[in-house]
């Protein structure tokens, strides 16, 4: 590995926020040990705690010099049963069952599932899986109104609010609830950095959430959350409709074949790469920190392969928000991401497909040039020039061993691009000529000690510094 002694961890780590770690002072230790971007989880949400947070982040960037980013998780159209007497009811192999979308304390003849239209989307056939796929039903009869009878296949204990999974059934949910769009809102009010998108089922459902974000005159770019089959199904469109993708393989490997999981999200990482688009890699990561102070040494691969297929971020939930070692946690992460990223140079200079799209390709072709040169040269480091963020999510995709260090006029930028693989980002608002801007941002990463005396650097990005455009130029330049 080139240049050790400045190196910086890659892959970037999403931590989420919850009773464990919303002090403050627990905040800045989850920053100083790693953490890249804070997710609020609004299927929990409280707006009090939650503008606490925010505010406590915001502050801690400014006290640390950080740019910690902050990702709104909606909870989307999640069904659920309803409240189940005695503290639960235990099915058996082959006992009946109603589910009646008419509200009424369950019992072992009858339970609540708030979903309307279930009698109508359900056939006869259709599997429901209760408690993340610990129980599974099929469909006997249906109503069409209010009632469908379903027989037990796998029993167990079921008790109450209990999540439902239909992996047969096309839902007709809304992909926005009303409560999602309260929490866009204030999502929106607050000016977070990332909105995530629960249960996607086609590229229409982020259109959809694309068009209230541009009707409130914001630009919060969207993660879509892969977590069931028609979302695989339609995955190329999603990903080109979204600016992320998360693999959140809790409800997706309850819907799927879990022996198919792995292969699945080698194949999203790929496709995201593909597209140039940043990919999260969510759930059980480290799940057994939630109670021990050290990970499984199935969960230290689980970790490292993620890091070997390629993804952006990897995403810790309760681990962090209500795990009793939120730090540690991090800590662990840490190391192994860059063990493997330090003795393992398989994982760098990824070749993809260009853009074929003419008013970009030009643009495309210079980004992976900067990554093809920087390889050559043996750089150190690729700059980058951008107000959008485009020069950044495109150089990343090349996934170059160099560091990529991004200067952008644009304030919402800084914490946005903090969840891109690789890319460190520096407020740059001059309006000087290519040469002197060059020769600013580099004086800038030598007194900062980023680069080194004799360390050769790839220039790359949009000029004049400020303008809408995409990259239009590529130096190569040899600190002095």
Same mark, same amino acid.
């Given at each position: ?9 890659? =892959? ?10 919303? @002090? ?6 989850? !920053? ?35 740019? =910690?980013? %902050?990702?709104? @998780?909606?909870?989307? /159209? ?24 008419? /509200? ?11 979903? *309307? ?17 610990? !129980? ?25 609010? *209990? ?5 047969? #059934?096309?839902? +007709? ?31 229409? @459902? ?36 979204? @600016? ?16 198919? %999981? ?10 995201? %790469? ?55 946690? !991090? ?7 860059? =063990? ?50 485009? =020069? ?7 996934? /170059? ?9 644009? /304030?919402?930028?800084?914490?946005? !691009? +903090? ?10 608002? *001059?309006?000087?000529? #290519? ?46």
């Amino acid at each position: 590995m080139a240049n050790k002694s400045i190196y910086r961890r890659r =892959t970037k780590i999403v931590a989420t926020v919850g009773p464990a770690c919303s @002090d403050k002072a627990v905040l800045s230790r989850l !920053i100083k040990a790693g953490v890249n971007v804070f997710r609020l989880n609004f299927s929990y949400a409280v707006y009090d705690n939650l503008e606490r947070v925010i505010r406590d982040v915001r502050d801690l960037n400014r006290q640390l010099g950080a740019h =910690t980013a %902050l990702l709104g @998780d909606l909870q989307g /159209p999640k069904i659920r049963v309803g409240e189940i007497q005695n503290n639960g009811i235990t099915l058996r192999k082959g006992d009946k069952i109603l589910f009646t979308t008419v /509200p009424c304390m369950g019992d072992a003849q009858h339970i609540y599932l708030n979903y *309307k239209e279930f009698p109508l989307d359900v056939e006869e056939g259709d599997l429901v899986l209760l408690d993340d796929g610990k !129980i599974k039903l099929e469909v006997l009869r249906s109503n069409r109104l209010d009632e469908v009878e379903l027989v037990t296949v796998y029993g167990g204990l079921l008790t109450s609010k *209990k999540g439902v999974n239909l992996p047969n #059934t096309k839902v +007709s949910l809304p992909s926005l609830t009303e409560k999602d769009q309260r929490d866009l809102n204030f999502i929106l009010d607050h000016d977070l950095d990332w909105v995530a998108l629960s249960f996607v089922r086609s590229p229409n @459902d982020v259109k959809e959430l694309r068009k209230r974000i541009q009707d409130r005159g914001k630009d919060t770019h969207i993660i879509s959350k892969i977590e069931k089959p028609a979302a695989v199904a339609e995955i190329d469109a999603i990903i080109a409709e979204s @600016d992320g993708i998360m693999v959140a393989r809790g409800d997706l490997g309850v819907e799927y074949p879990i022996e198919k %999981l792995p292969l699945i999200q080698k194949s999203i990482v790929k496709k995201c %790469l593909n597209q140039c688009k940043p990919v999260i890699i969510a759930t059980q990561m480290m799940e057994s920190m939630i109670t021990q102070f050290m990970p499984t040494r199935a969960e230290a691969n689980d970790v490292a392969n993620a890091v070997l297929d390629g993804a952006d971020a990897l995403m810790l939930s309760g681990e962090t928000s209500v795990g009793q070692h939120p730090v540690q946690v !991090i800590e662990y992460m840490s190391r192994i991401i860059e =063990t493997v990223e330090q003795e393992v140079e398989g994982i760098y200079y990824r070749e993809h497909a260009e853009s074929a799209d003419s008013e970009q390709s030009l643009s495309d072709s210079l980004c992976y040039l900067a990554g093809r040169a920087a390889k050559y040269v043996r750089a150190h480091g690729i700059v980058g020039l951008t107000r959008s963020g485009y =020069t950044a999510y495109q150089v990343a995709s090349y996934r /170059p061993l160099c560091s990529v260090f991004i200067f952008t006029p644009n /304030p919402r930028l800084l914490t946005r !691009i +903090s969840l891109i693989w690789g890319v460190r980002a520096f407020f740059y608002d *001059k309006q000087s000529g #290519t040469n002197q801007t060059i020769d600013e941002v580099l004086s800038f990463l030598k007194n900062h000690k980023y680069i080194r005396k004799g360390d050769v650097v790839v220039n790359t990005g949009a000029m004049p510094v400020g303008s809408d455009g995409r990259a239009n130029f590529l130096k190569i330049s040899r600190i002095g």
